[in-house]
């Protein structure tokens, strides 16, 4: 080997050597980073409520119908299991009426608004003299306006200024109460 060669490899093996000596440079400590407030998710925005041109596309006000015979005439009342009755058909015999019950408080005069497939009315409401806050209405047993409600294509609706309407089914139990007053 010639001894420039050598000198070089000697060189290379010192500066190696060196190299290795030499401390690896610290890495510079990085900022602490405070983490950026989360925004409060934005309030949900208002359902707003569906509307139909035709009350009959309108969806049925969830529950069912439940029938009982009492000695004055039948009573037919419409709710869901798990809450009070939405709305009640009573038959009073001895007064030759049926009353109309809609669940919901108001505090004076009202009226109640029936329609079905070929009638529509508004009929005077009061507050009922009951336990639960309701309003009343009384048709005479004959009035055609109950015929309507029986037979109404499936069914009618129940509209009160101040409640959210019902939409409900004309099952038997309708027309039972109906004819318990015939």
């Known amino acids: 080997m010639k001894p420039i060669q050598r000198n070089l490899s000697v060189a290379l093996v010192l500066s190696a050597a060196l190299a290795a000596c030499v401390p690896a440079p610290q890495p510079m400590p990085q900022p602490k980073r405070t983490p950026a407030p989360t925004p409060a998710p934005p309030p949900p925005a208002p359902v707003a409520q569906p509307s139909y041109s035709n009350w009959m596309d309108a969806p049925r006000t969830p529950g069912d119908w439940h029938y009982r015979s009492l000695p004055t005439g039948g009573i037919a009342v419409y ?30 005069p009202a009226s109640m ?70």
């Open 79 to 108: 709710g869901d299991n798990n809450s009070a009755s939405l709305f009640t058909m009573r038959c009073d015999r001895p007064a030759n009426a049926v009353v109309l019950l809609r669940a919901g408080a108001l505090s004076g």
């Open 113 to 182: 608004t029936i329609r079905t497939e070929t009638q529509t009315r508004t009929i005077a409401a009061q507050p009922s003299p009951g336990i639960a806050p309701a309003v009343e209405s009384r048709l005479s047993a004959n009035d055609q306006l109950l015929d309507a409600m029986a037979l109404s294509k499936g069914r009618f609706a129940v509209e009160v200024p101040g409640l959210k309407p019902l939409y409900l089914p004309s099952w038997a139990e309708v027309t039972r109460v109906i004819e318990d007053c015939r």
